[in-house]
């Protein structure tokens, strides 16, 4: 393997929506962390993503909707 590619998603519990954006973005953060650490491997991020449609309060709780698109905006700052 010359290298591997990982998919980080934020995975919110429904306790954790009040502050959804900070707990995502470390949480992604601290799984890039781990595999830059432990990998003697190069890596690439092939995807992520934060789920944000724009009736986010009328839609199912996390797996399906991370947060509103304001929530997303600041995972995606973040993790940059």
Known sequence: VDFI???PYPFLLPSEISDRARIGSDRVI???AFIANNL???F???ETGFSAPPLV???LVPPYVD???DDEKLYV???L
Do not use: R, S, V
């Open 5 to 7: 590619a990982m998919h």
């Open 30 to 32: 601290d799984q890039i």
């Open 40 to 42: 003697n491997k190069p």
């Open 44 to 46: 690439i991020i092939g």
């Open 57 to 59: 309060d009328q839609c």
């Open 67 to 69: 947060g509103t698109e």
């Open 77 to 79: 700052e973040k993790i």
